[in-house]
Structure formats: C-alpha cells, structure tokens
C-alpha cells in the first residue's frame, strides 16, 4: 500500500481517486482536514476497503510511527502542506510549522522506519515530495523558464516554507539515503480546488454576482496545468524516478491573470449567461499583493526526456471541464464556502479597496 498524506486537499483528493480508478493498490490517506481538507472530496470511496482514512497531522510523530508500523507503506506522497499565498502572508506561523517543521517529523519518522527495512523493502521504497515551481521566485518577461537546476529565490512565506522542505527532504536522501523525488509543479486547476485560489474563486464569485478581483493589473503570469496530469505526473514520477531527482512538472500553457479570467468568463457566459451582459462586467481591480511574483514559467522537458510525461489537457479543454465541474457541483460549493471561508474572504479582501 502507499501513504498519500494532505489527500483531502485539492490535489491530494484528486491523487487518490485517480490512484483507485487506475489500480488496486490501497492508500492510507492521513489528513488533518484543515479548513483546506474536506472528506466530501473523497465521498466516492464510502465503503471502499481501498482507502483508509485518519485525521492526524504529518507533525505528530507517535501517529506517524504508529501508522508507519501498522500499514507499513511501499511508498509515501506527501502533499500535506499550508498551501495559499495570500494566506502565508497574513500568518505565516502555520506554514513554518506544516511545511517545515511537519515535514521535518515526517521525515524522522521515515528514517526510524526505513532504517527497519530489508535491502529488498529498501530498494523498492519511495518518498515523494509534492512541491511547488513558486520555491524558484519570479520570472522576468523574457527569462527562459524554470528548469530544475534554478536557483530557489523563494519570495512568500509560503515559498520559502516549501523551499526549505525541499532542502530537508534533499538532505534525507544524501545523508540517510531515503529514496526520495521531489516534484515541482506549477499552477494546477480542476474539480475539488478551495474557492480561495484565482480560478475556482472566480468561478465562485461570478455566479454568486459578485465583484472579480484582479490583484494589480492583471498581468502576472502563472502556468497553469490540469489537476489530472499533475496526478498522472506523480504517479510517473513514483513508478519511474530516478531517487535523489526533482522533477519540473507544468502545462507548457503561461497566461495572464487577466487573460485566465476572460477565459472564464467567457465560458460562463457560454454555459451559464447572466440575465443581461457579460460576467467579464464584474472584473474590478484591487490593490496588489505584497511581494506578488510576476512570472511564473515551467520548463517540462527532463520529465518527460526521462520519464515520457506530457500533460493530455489543454487550457482549452480543461478549463471548459472544470468550469463544467463546478456548474454541476453547487452543493460542494456551498459548502465549503460558508462559516470561516466569509471570515477568510473578509479580512483578504477588506484592505484591497
Ligand atoms: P490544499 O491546501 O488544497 O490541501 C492541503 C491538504 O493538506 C488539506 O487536506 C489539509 O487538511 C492537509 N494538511 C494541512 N496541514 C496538514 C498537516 N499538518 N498534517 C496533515 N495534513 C495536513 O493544497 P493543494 O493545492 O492540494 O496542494 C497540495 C500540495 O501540492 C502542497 O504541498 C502544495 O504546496 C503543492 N502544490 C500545489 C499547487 C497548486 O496549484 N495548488 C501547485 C504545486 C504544488
Ligand atoms: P493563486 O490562485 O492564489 O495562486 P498563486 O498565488 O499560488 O499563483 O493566484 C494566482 C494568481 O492570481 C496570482 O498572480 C494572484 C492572482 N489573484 C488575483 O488576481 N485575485 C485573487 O483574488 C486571487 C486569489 C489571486
């Protein structure tokens, strides 16, 4: 069996209903369930005897050696992690101790239990670390993009946490020898992504008839990249990686802000029009964020080199999926988005005016 850890968040929910559409093999799902980790994400696997779920934290060092004992996985993904900027920057005290600090106990707890391995168990055994191309800073308009031998300029709080988990995992390997793989991912989107985030949060608010902000002027630059082939990327990345590796895993697809907006705007004015006029009417441009990184750009030529990924989505067709998906999902939206999400949407939003 593997242990996936965040698999209630976004793409972790994803990872694992992909994971059990694809094979048989189980997965012990440990998730804190967060206000970013939701169960209703993994409804589809009620009763399925493939997944076993437990609420904990990466952090908690007993539970992790315990389930480590217990299950005794083949391979961890570790996705767990405080995962929005915005957020990092009004308290960046949960991303030092998640990021960081939580993955510094995993790791420890990898370590006692690897260390019990056969040579066979220890050959075959993978840590995969799920991280971010943020952890490289921000792209001038004509730099090449990010290949995997950049220079990690972290610029957020939540960056710099996730830079410095990538230098602990990196360091189990060369000190303890854990195999491990690093992925570094741009932008993903998709089904099940928290209405905090640029695209589902448009999405949300359109339909909602609510202003859309743009932070600044709209034209930062992200990589955006269908959830499903990030999944499919890891699960290449777990199969095939070469232990010790990082992996650059992106869309080829660099949009605007503005440019991604228009897009879904468009599409719901397509699939879900308003009585009169278009959603783009309710674009309005709010104060910047702090620090906010211009460019982000991903070069995915050693993945797939090495490893023969390429996405299968384009925006086109995975945008019209997902704005398809959040159509057809009210309730899930609903419910994540009352109680701490309106106090979270208040205190983001209220000193951009
Ligand atoms: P998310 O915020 O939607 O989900 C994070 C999950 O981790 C939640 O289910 C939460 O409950 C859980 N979690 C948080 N703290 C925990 C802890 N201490 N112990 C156990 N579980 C905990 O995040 P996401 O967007 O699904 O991102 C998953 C991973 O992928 C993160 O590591 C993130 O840095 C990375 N990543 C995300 C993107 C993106 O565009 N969303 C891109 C590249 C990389
Ligand atoms: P986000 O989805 O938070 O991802 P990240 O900051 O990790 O790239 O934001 C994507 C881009 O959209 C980023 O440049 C910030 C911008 N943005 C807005 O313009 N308005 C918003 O309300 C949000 C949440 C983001």
Redesign the pocket.
Known sequence: MILV??G?????ANFVLDWLRECDEPVLN?????Y??NLENLVALKGDARHVFVQ????DGVLVADLLAQHRPRAIVN??????VDRSIHGPGEFIQ?NIV?TFNLLEGVRAYFGKLSDLEKAAFRFLH????EVYGSLGEVEPPFAETHQYQPNSPYSAS?AASDHLVRAYHHTYGIPVLTTN????YGPYH?PE?LIPLIIHNALAGKPLPIYGDGSNVRDWLYVGDHCAAIRRALASGMPGETYNIGGWNEMTNLDVVHTVCDLLDALSPRSSGSYREQITYVKDRPGHDRRYAIDATKIERELGWRPAETFTSGIEKTVRWYLEHADWVGNVTSGAYRQWTETNYADRK
Do not use: M, P, W, Y
Not at 8 to 12: H, K, P, V
Not at 30 to 34: C, I, Q, S, V
Not at 56 to 59: A, F, K, V
Not at 130 to 133: K, Q
């Open positions: 850890t965040g209630a968040g976004f793409i972790g440990l998730d804190k369930l967060t970013a980790g904990g934290d990466i952090g996705f767990a992690a405080e995962s929005h998640t939580g799920v991280s971010t191309d996730k991912c741009s932008n993903n928290f985030k």
